[in-house]
């Protein structure tokens, strides 16, 4: 098994640009959560699906989109990104039982300037 | 609000030297904590989940402990591979499985 798998992993956009980050699990786990990574900030939440077909906002959602393409995929998109939008970024998964603990990927590196 | 707060942000160590690290936290319904060890320019790897006070798990040289208020991941006798940084995560109640991550413990190791 892979596991979280995401692509790409590094990207440099200028501002205004737009890109879709794509992340897939073959662990049959029903939720999915994007996440970003900021020096001094830990891992903060930006959009998580419980199951297929469900998407709701995390912590920080503003300038983003989710889609949660299967129960396997589930792409993030920024439509114009920003200079505030260069992160590290986390797609994580876990099964259906509310207290299992989540699977992470190795991360998309993006640098918008 | 929930939060999590791990202290120190660094700790250096000699091999050989066992130490502790902190995860205090205040969470509405603690569902379950979560430990995690990253590594540089990697996604966060399991190590372990506490879901009541009293809880102790181990592996290898890490054994993580929990209380109402906090938990600690004490390190015995490290080498260096166990260089990284740990990251503490809580669920709270009610919620759908979303983590609340502190800002991590960066370990160094030296031999």
């Known amino acids: 098994n892979a596991g979280v798998t995401q692509t790409p992993k590094f990207q440099v956009l200028k501002t205004g640009q737009s890109m879709t980050l794509q992340c897939a699990q073959d662990m049959n786990h029903n939720s999915m959560y994007w996440y970003r990574q900021d020096p001094g900030m830990g891992l903060r939440l930006i959009y998580y699906?419980?199951?297929?077909?469900?998407?709701d906002k995390g912590e920080v959602p503003n300038g983003y989109n989710v889609s949660r393409l299967n129960k396997r995929e589930f792409s993030l998109r920024l439509e114009s990104a920003a200079p505030s939008q260069t992160s590290v970024y986390f797609c994580?998964?876990?099964?259906?039982?509310?207290?299992?603990?989540?699977?992470f990927g190795p991360g998309t590196r993006l640098t918008v300037l | 609000e929930d939060q999590v707060t791990q202290s120190p942000e660094a700790l250096r160590l000699q091999e050989g030297e066992s130490s502790s690290l902190n995860c205090s936290y205040t969470v509405s319904g603690l569902r379950g904590l979560f430990w995690y060890r990253q590594d540089p320019g990697k996604g966060p790897e399991f190590l372990f989940t506490l879901y009541s006070a009293g809880e102790e798990k181990e592996k290898e040289r890490l054994k993580a402990t929990l209380t109402k208020k906090e938990s600690f991941l004490h390190i015995t006798a490290p080498k260096p591979e166990d260089s990284a940084t740990y990251l503490c995560?809580?669920?709270?109640?009610?919620?759908?499985?979303?983590?609340?991550f502190g800002k991590g413990t960066k370990l160094s190791v030296k031999p």
């Open positions: 994580a998964s876990k099964s259906m039982t509310t207290r299992d603990e989540q699977f």
């Open positions: 699906s419980a199951s297929e077909g469900t998407t």
């Open positions: 995560a809580v669920q709270a109640g009610g919620s759908q499985g979303n983590l609340i």
